[in-house]
């Protein structure tokens, strides 16, 4: 006799992936603006190893390409994030503070492990994946890491969960991007971006909404 069974996903980690590939003029207007701007700025330093990175300010100078991303971003916030209200979880409109920067990344450059703190949702959008397009080969991979740490695999780690999505449990999950592709995470997901291997450049903006 076979008994019913059911598999939960307890305490999910949601990773929001929105394809924008086809808004070929929003891609070439920031890819323009952004390059305009590293000509003229020295930029910073933080997690990046190598490369450019501007200031967190990218939505003063990135205009009405900008604006564009922005929306996109603020109505896929809007989707999934709810507050604690009287009758229960409900939709507000709420305060965002907005802190984005923009990144251009040559062969061998990347971003060491790292999080957001102090901010409630995180995300990247890829203006240039550098020929990256969402293939393994080339480097460049964002990779998230299980936020139990090695826990999972403490005991045995040859032993694996025959569950979907349980498989890199205690590991992480890489993404290799692809131009136009908009991912949003929570702020406190640990994440590191690969050495990027092409021989061009991968062009991204970054950014943090808190309350």
């Not at 240039?128 to 397009?133: C, F």
């Amino acid at each position: 006799m076979t008994a019913h069974s059911e598999i939960r996903h307890l305490f999910a980690t949601p990773l929001v992936q929105i394809d924008l590939g086809g808004q070929a003029a929003l891609l070439a207007g920031l890819r323009a603006l952004i390059l305009e701007h590293a000509a003229v700025d020295p930029g910073v330093r933080h997690s990046n190893r190598g490369g450019w990175q501007s200031r967190d300010d990218f939505f003063n100078w990135a205009g009405i390409p900008g604006q564009g991303l922005y929306a996109v971003i603020e109505e896929a916030i809007g989707n999934i994030t709810m507050v604690c209200g009287a009758n229960g979880l409900e939709r507000q409109r709420l305060a965002w503070k907005v802190n984005a920067w923009a990144n251009i990344n040559g062969p061998g450059n990347g971003n060491d492990m790292h999080c957001h703190p102090g901010a409630y949702w995180s995300g990247c959008f890829y203006v240039d994946d550098g020929g990256i397009a969402g293939r393994d080969g080339r480097g460049g991979a964002i990779e998230f890491y299980d936020p139990r740490g090695p826990l999972p695999m403490a005991y045995n780690p040859l032993v694996k969960m025959a569950i979907k999505g349980c498989v890199t449990a205690g590991l992480g999950e890489r993404v290799f991007p692809r131009s136009g592709q908009l991912l949003i995470f929570p702020s406190w997901l640990l994440h590191a971006v690969q050495p990027y291997e092409g021989d061009g450049r991968r062009i991204s903006v970054a950014f943090n909404l808190s309350l």
